[in-house]
């Protein structure tokens, strides 16, 4: 856990501003992931990416965007098309390799808040 | 697509006693299974993962099974403390693709 940061801890957004949650890890992981996370809910999938240059939609895509132009570095822009974007943001990496393919490691979170 | 569903909500048990949490999925395929366990305003945390090659997996007062027929599978902690009291959550996912999580169960252990 301790090789995945993601900065700021705190983000307030004004109406009608993009942000941008910054991720960054040095697991040497392959797949990247960002999830929204509402009080008292499970881990909802924004994007992922398996692989740099290239990514996914998850289940709650619209209102977000993503790059993946480094392989330790996957940040997630809050557009303005997100109208309810208080939440907890949390981004996860994981190897596809060996016997600890497929298991998520997560970064300390991002806490955005509208002023 | 894969649906998880977890149960239950809340969870009180004393201390020492044990605690189950159960989920169920929806794709046969789903062949990942890892827990996590979050504390209050903290990162989820990996607690125990089962492959699904495998019916269970313990690790000290922590155990996972499965019942791939019935597609579930639980988490036992034995031997609960105070420190185990947190918000856990199951997940699956087929071919360690992307995750789909259950919406948590919060236990509280009661000294």
């Known amino acids: 856990d301790g090789g995945i940061t993601q900065s700021p801890k705190y983000l307030f957004r004004k109406e009608g501003q993009n942000v941008t949650l910054s991720c960054e890890q040095n697991l040497n992981h392959d797949a990247m992931y960002w999830y929204r996370q509402d009080p008292g809910q499970g881990l909802r999938l924004i994007y992922y990416?398996?692989?740099?240059?290239?990514?996914q939609k998850g289940d709650i895509a619209e209102g977000y965007s993503v790059s993946r132009e480094k392989k330790e570095s996957f940040p997630l822009t809050v557009t303005s098309a997100q109208k309810n974007p208080t939440a907890f943001y949390l981004c996860?990496?994981?190897?596809?390799?060996?016997?600890?393919?497929?298991?998520?490691?997560f970064g300390p979170g991002t806490r955005l808040l509208v002023l | 697509g894969e649906n998880v569903e977890q149960h239950p909500s809340t969870l009180s048990v004393q201390e020492g006693d044990s605690a189950v949490i159960k989920c169920t999925y929806s794709?046969?395929?789903?062949?990942?299974f890892p827990w996590y366990k979050q504390e209050l305003g903290k990162r989820p945390q990996l607690i125990i993962d089962i492959r699904s090659n495998v019916g269970e997996k313990k690790d000290q007062r922590i155990a996972v099974t499965l019942n791939k027929t019935a597609k579930h599978f639980s988490l036992h902690i034995t031997e609960t403390q105070p420190e185990d009291s947190a918000v856990y959550f199951c997940?699956?996912?087929?071919?360690?693709?992307?995750?789909?999580f259950g919406t948590g169960t919060r236990l509280q252990v009661f000294p």
């Open positions: 794709d046969s395929a789903s062949n990942y």
């Open positions: 996860a990496s994981s190897t596809g390799r060996g016997d600890l393919r497929g298991t998520q490691y």
């Open positions: 997940a699956a996912s087929i071919n360690t693709d992307k995750l789909i």
């Open positions: 990416s398996q692989i740099v240059n290239d990514f």
